[in-house]
Structures are given as structure tokens and as C-alpha cells.
């Protein structure tokens, strides 16, 4: 059983700064795709930013400027530095690790973190 373990979620006002952090076995963490989704109540799960094990970086436009994705393949660990944060931010946060290409989802398996929570309020 992969697990993907996550890290970082918590309460935060307006303005301020999270980090979330996801560590995957070495094995999932060297090949695939590591990524942040989120889900806000009463709403789909939606695509935060994801990153290749190349380096190569995507975000949903509406975080762009203000989040950062990066991963460290000495820790086997990604990493979502959230900054600007606003209230429409607040969701759960989820880790997720992609096989490297869309043929390679016919035989190789998506992975997921249990979710943290993020919440922006004064």
C-alpha cells in the first residue's frame, strides 16, 4: 500500500503564508508526476499545481503568482509554498502522485494523500 504522507495544513489569516509538504516512497517519488488538489465544501476537487519528476511546473490560474510547487529528491518530498492567501483559498489539500504520461495511467496507478486542511479567516 502506497502512502503519500502530507504535512502543513492549518488556519491562517488573510495575507499570510502555508507550506504543505508530501513525502512518497522513493520509488513513486523518482518517476511520477507529484501534484496538489483541492476541495472546498460544496465544490469539485480541483487542480492547484503540479510538478515533473523533470522539474516542469503547471498551476490553475487562479494561484499563479502566489504558490509554488517544488520537490526534493533528497527527501522524496514535494512541497506547496502558499503565499497571498485568501479566503476562496480555504479547502482541503490534496497530495497526489501521477504516472509520468497518460498512456502510462493504463498500467500504472494514481496515489493520494489523506488530505489537510486549509483555512484562510481573520
Known amino acids: 500500500q502506497v502512502q503519500l504522507v502530507e504535512s502543513g495544513g492549518g488556519l491562517v489569516q488573510p495575507g499570510g503564508s502555508l507550506r504543505l509538504s508530501c513525502a512518497a516512497p522513493?520509488?513513486?517519488?523518482?518517476?511520477?508526476?507529484m501534484g496538489w488538489y483541492r476541495q472546498a465544501p460544496g465544490k469539485e476537487r480541483e487542480l492547484v499545481a503540479t510538478i515533473t519528476s523533470g522539474g516542469t511546473t503547471t498551476y490553475a490560474d487562479s494561484v499563479k503568482g502566489r504558490f509554488t510547487i517544488s520537490r526534493d529528491g533528497t527527501l522524496n518530498t514535494a512541497h506547496l509554498q502558499m503565499n497571498s492567501l485568501k479566503p476562496e483559498d480555504t479547502a482541503i489539500y490534496y497530495c497526489n502522485a501521477d504516472p509520468p504520461s497518460r498512456a502510462a495511467l493504463t498500467y500504472m496507478a494514481r496515489y493520494w494523500g489523506q488530505g489537510t486542511q486549509v483555512t484562510v479567516s481573520s
Open positions: 522513493r520509488n513513486i517519488f523518482s518517476i511520477y508526476s
